[in-house]
């Protein structure tokens, strides 16, 4: 079965820090990868994927994340974290087999950037 | 350009009540997708849809739950004999062709069933 884990429900960093949000996944096939992000009472934003080719994908508001099939992960990562950036991250997975768009997302991570 | 529209943003019903929601996808997007989102996880797929036939409604939970996409554009999700269980955040995406392109997802709408 396809799944994803995001095993923090908050990362909490300082300005000016790096941050990390963990992704792990299990997909039948090549995943298709995703991250969103979510601001109170609004839709999910897309911030990056990884659908094939070079495994470090940049993406929007400075963000990237790093694909590594050995460890089925998908991290997300931010040199210098704003504190715009405090927000709900999802990390989402499709299978690259078949013709479904089901996306299967995680539980979601709370990002908490302090001044 | 115009993003992922949904009416209403809020829908209080009782229990036992029919409701529709809408979606307005991005104009010349193909493929459009409703998922549900309860109170502290992420969303959750219901169906997709590719043209105006469902590619894939395995995510419905139940045959109280209906879409239609009669045009291939706007999409309505169909909730018969409502369920306090029902109450969550639907949320309706939509991308520029098949499975493999972004979803860009709308505001969603809050379903409260009291």
């Known amino acids: 079965a396809q799944s994803v884990a995001q095993p923090e429900d908050q990362v909490n960093v300082a300005e000016g820090n790096p941050l990390t949000v963990k992704c792990t996944y299990s997909v039948s096939g090549n995943p298709y990868l995703f991250w969103y992000v979510q601001y109170p009472n609004r839709g999910l934003q897309f911030l990056l994927k990884?659908?094939?080719?070079?495994?470090l994908v940049k993406g929007s508001y400075g963000f990237e994340a790093e694909f590594n099939k050995s460890q089925t992960s998908f991290h997300l990562k931010k040199p210098s974290a704003l504190v715009s950036d405090s927000a709900l991250y999802f990390c989402a997975v499709r299978s690259g087999s078949g013709n479904t768009g089901k996306l299967i997302f995680g539980q979601g991570t709370t990002l908490q950037v302090k001044p | 350009g115009a993003g992922v529209s949904q009416t209403p943003s809020n829908k209080v019903t009782e229990k036992g009540k029919y409701v529709e929601l809408r979606c307005d996808p991005i104009s010349g997007h193909t493929a459009l997708y409703w998922y549900r989102q309860s109170l502290g996880q992420g969303p959750e797929f219901l169906i997709y849809f590719q043209g105006t036939g469902a590619a894939d409604d395995s995510g419905l939970p139940n045959d109280r739950f209906f879409a239609v996409r009669p045009e291939g554009s706007v999409s309505t999700l169909k909730i018969q004999r409502t369920e306090r269980g029902d109450s969550a955040v639907y949320l309706c995406a939509s991308s520029l062709q098949g499975a493999r392109d972004t979803q860009y997802f709308g505001p969603g709408t809050r379903l409260t069933v009291l």
């Open positions: 990884y659908i094939t080719g070079d495994n």
